[in-house]
């Protein structure tokens, strides 16, 4: 029973924090029409900033919670203004080669600049150790991922149903001529929303280094989970980013405890049943 | 006139190709072989991408699993070489049909998202399952003895693996061109172009994306086959991702459009991998802003850019 909760609550971390990430992935794609292959190194330069800015920096955590993001967020807007502009209108592929492109420049990046090495930051203060709180023994950090990513969850629906901005931004994902026609400055709203995805993305990844082995094949991992998620769940479905998330958590943490010779290619399976059964994912829309 | 005029320079190429050894220096009969082998696998790349429309960032499974099947029945049943490259082609095309059956699924964006997924998932069995694979050291020590079908090559001599290679390439090339010029081929053309088009004309459109694939699978497998026994190892690199990543980036440099683009491209890219490694490790960052680059700006390609400033100035 013991083992069977932990796995639960292993399996709702793991899933929350992938529907943070996940979750940017979708927005981006909903807004621009376009799947990030670089999201992915994205998280892990939020990772690695954070080891910078704590490990070796010396700052606290705190700090590096806000500051990461914040500068990933603003590569991202100057990688949107300099390099994606010059593919909207074409033919998707084209966005697909570069996005592509972006995942080999920040991959190597990172490489060049941190090493190929296992890098650690440790959690801050008060967030150490384990808590029994539940009746057995649970990092407390998990249940400040869990926070985090439920914060982030509750922040975006707010923000899509009840602000302006919000709003702007799902008239622009709906019909993009439509909302350049009424007034809305489109352009304008694919930088934010670009930049708004590589933040949760970043925020992820910061959230993510005190608990997870910094290196530079975090990011493949990660995007390849964000896929899986993705087609799982169904483009362009908040919920289904949410189910997918979930259900490739509970995959790794369930899967990892009770059939460890299976848990490489447990997520493919799910993931083909989901193609074969529902292929236009547990909640998504058919795209054609 | 046209067309005898190219089959001419082909056919000096070719023989320029094949005499290679008797007047260039060992070095450049490595770097060709790797040219031709690359180009292969490119060419087969674009077979689903240039002439079906479909981006791929998992290709490097086919190659992988030809290089691994070529591997494995060298060193465990020392069969003859010929007999090696068909069951890598066979391997080859059964993992395509196993993976295309679920990519060809949805439209390009799933497309892509998935072919890169897959290809991670055929990484990383090849990587754990070390009982088979030898885990990240590969599948190495094995010998290459005859070729088969009667014919005596004395393949360890890098010379006469060469000139193998080099045949094989062109044989399978010429029968990847005759599928693109076939009606088959015309097809997966008018596929690329409006594939809700031919569906309304009745034709099964995930049936021949499928075919298209398997098609593609089979010739990498080939090239992956020729390529372990060329490097002496087949190891986990052969399968990652960045693997997945030369044909792409070929194709690009060369030209989707044309038929030789991918085998120009890999010549291009191979060269520069030559050089750009002399100076630096960080190979793959010169290539993302290539292929940068090359998408926003030149994304004819090479060939296909000069080809057009060609026949615009006649």
């Known amino acids: 029973m013991e083992s069977f909760l932990a796995a639960l609550l292993n399996g709702l971390e793991i899933g929350l924090l992938l529907f943070v990430i996940a979750v940017g992935l979708n927005i981006i794609f909903g807004v ?17 900033l954070t080891y910078t800015l704590v490990s070796r920096g010396g700052l606290p955590f705190w700090p590096a919670l806000l500051l990461a993001p914040l500068a990933v967020a603003i590569l991202a807007i100057v990688l949107e203004r300099l390099v994606l502009r010059h593919v909207y209108g074409r033919h998707v592929t084209d966005s697909l080669l570069l996005t592509f492109a972006l995942l080999l420049i920040i991959d190597d990046a990172v490489r060049m600049i941190w090493g190929s090495g296992i890098q650690v930051v440790t959690p801050p203060p008060g967030l150490r150790g384990a808590t029994s709180a539940l009746g057995f023994s649970y990092p407390v950090y998990s249940f400040f991922v869990m926070g985090v990513a439920i914060a982030v969850m509750a922040a975006l629906w707010l923000f899509f149903t009840r602000t302006r901005a919000g709003r702007v931004i799902r008239a622009a994902a709906i019909d993009r001529d439509m909302a350049q026609t009424i007034g809305i400055n489109v352009p304008l709203v694919i930088t934010g929303v670009f930049a708004l995805g590589a933040w949760m993305a970043a925020l992820a990844g910061v959230v993510a280094a005190p608990m997870r082995a910094i290196n530079p094949g975090m990011g493949d991992r990660i995007i390849i989970d964000s896929f899986i998620v993705v087609v799982i769940g169904g483009l362009g479905s908040f919920p289904g980013t949410l189910a997918g998330a ?5 995959i790794y943490a369930f899967g990892g405890r009770f059939l460890p010779e299976l848990n490489l290619v447990l997520p493919y399976i799910g993931m083909a049943l ?14 054609g | 006139m046209r067309n005898a005029i190219i089959a001419l320079i082909l056919l000096a190429l070719f023989a320029a190709l094949f005499w290679l050894p008797s007047y260039a220096p060992y070095f450049y009969i490595f770097v060709a072989t790797e040219i031709l082998l690359m180009g292969l696998f490119a060419a087969s790349f674009n077979l689903i991408f240039g002439y079906t429309g479909m981006l ?31 069951l890598s082609m066979l391997a080859g095309m059964l993992l395509a049909a196993v993976i295309g059956f679920f990519c060809v ?23 754990q399952w070390r009982s088979l694979t030898n885990g990240s050291d590969g599948v190495a020590g094995f010998a290459l003895r005859e070729f088969g079908l009667g014919l005596d090559l004395q393949l360890a001599d890098p010379a006469v693996y060469y000139q193998m290679v080099l045949v094989i390439v062109v044989l399978a090339s010429l029968a990847l061109y005759l599928i693109t010029r076939s009606p088959f081929g015309l097809l997966l053309r008018a596929i690329s ?16 994306r499928l075919l298209s694939f398997i098609i593609a699978g089979t010739f990498a497998g080939l090239a992956g086959g020729l390529f372990a026994p060329f490097n002496r190892v087949a190891n986990p690199d052969m399968v990652h991702w960045t693997e997945s990543a030369q044909p792409v980036l070929m194709t690009i440099l060369g030209g989707a459009g044309y038929f030789l683009g991918p085998y120009f491209g890999a010549a291009v890219f191979v060269l520069l991998e030559t050089w750009i490694t002399t100076y630096t490790e960080q190979w793959m960052l010169f290539l993302g802003v290539i292929l940068a680059i090359m998408v926003i700006f030149f994304r004819r390609g090479i060939l296909g850019t000069i080809l057009d400033w060609l026949l615009r100035r006649q």
């Open chain 1, 246 to 250: 979930l259900v490739l958590g509970m």
């Open chain 1, 274 to 287: 989901v193609l074969l059964l529902r292929p236009q994912g547990l909640m998504g829309r058919r795209t």
């Open chain 2, 105 to 127: 699924r949805l439209d390009e964006v799933y497309f892509a998202m998935l072919t890169l997924a897959f290809g991670m998932m055929t990484y990383a069995v090849v990587h």
């Open chain 2, 56 to 86: 791929s960032f998992g290709h490097a499974a086919f190659f992988g699993i030809g290089g691994y099947t070529a591997a494995l029945l060298l060193l465990h049943f020392q069969l003859p070489l010929f007999w090696v490259l068909l």
């Open chain 2, 193 to 208: 172009e409006n594939a809700e088009r031919v569906a309304f004309c009745g034709i099964n459109v995930r049936r021949y």
């Open chain 1, 32 to 48: 621009l029409g376009v799947i990030n292959f670089a999201h992915g190194g994205l998280y892990m330069l939020g990772a690695y």
